[in-house]
Nanobody, 118 residues
Framework: QVQLVESGGGLVQAGGSLRLSCAASGITFGINSVGWYRQGPGSQREVVAHINPGGTITYANTVQGRFTISRDHALNTMYLQMNNLKPEDTDVYYC????????????WGKGTLGTVSS
């Protein structure tokens, strides 16, 4: 059974930092498409940072230069380091894995809330 558990959300002032973690069980981050998404009330879920199976990393324009995605294969954990946070970064952040196969399978965590005060 695949399980993704996010942690690290909280309240921070603008300009501050948060480090989100996503611990996986039943699946590994190493050979799949993985990423962080965020969603606010009444908004669509949007990709924040993504690593494709080849290891290429992409970021949303809104977080480029401020956020860093990484993986620890030994711990089977993925991270999102968020620096210089802005109030508009306030959202629920979700961990995602896509396992390619027949069929492809998408797995999501339950999310962790990051709130940035002005």
């Amino acid at each position: 059974q695949v399980q993704l558990v996010e942690s690290g959300g909280g309240l921070v002032q603008a300009g501050g930092s948060l480090r989100l973690s996503c611990a996986a069980s039943g699946i590994t981050f190493g050979i799949n498409s993985v990423g962080w998404y965020r969603q606010g009330p009444g908004s669509q879920r949007e990709v924040v940072a993504h690593i494709n199976p080849g290891g290429t990393i992409t970021y949303a324009n809104t977080v480029q230069g401020r956020f860093t995605i990484s993986r620890d294969h030994a711990l089977n954990t993925m991270y999102l380091q968020m620096n210089n946070l802005k109030p508009e970064d306030t959202d629920v952040y979700y961990c995602h894995i896509r396992r390619y196969g027949d069929p492809d399978m998408d797995y999501w965590g339950k999310g962790t809330l990051g709130t940035v005060s002005s």
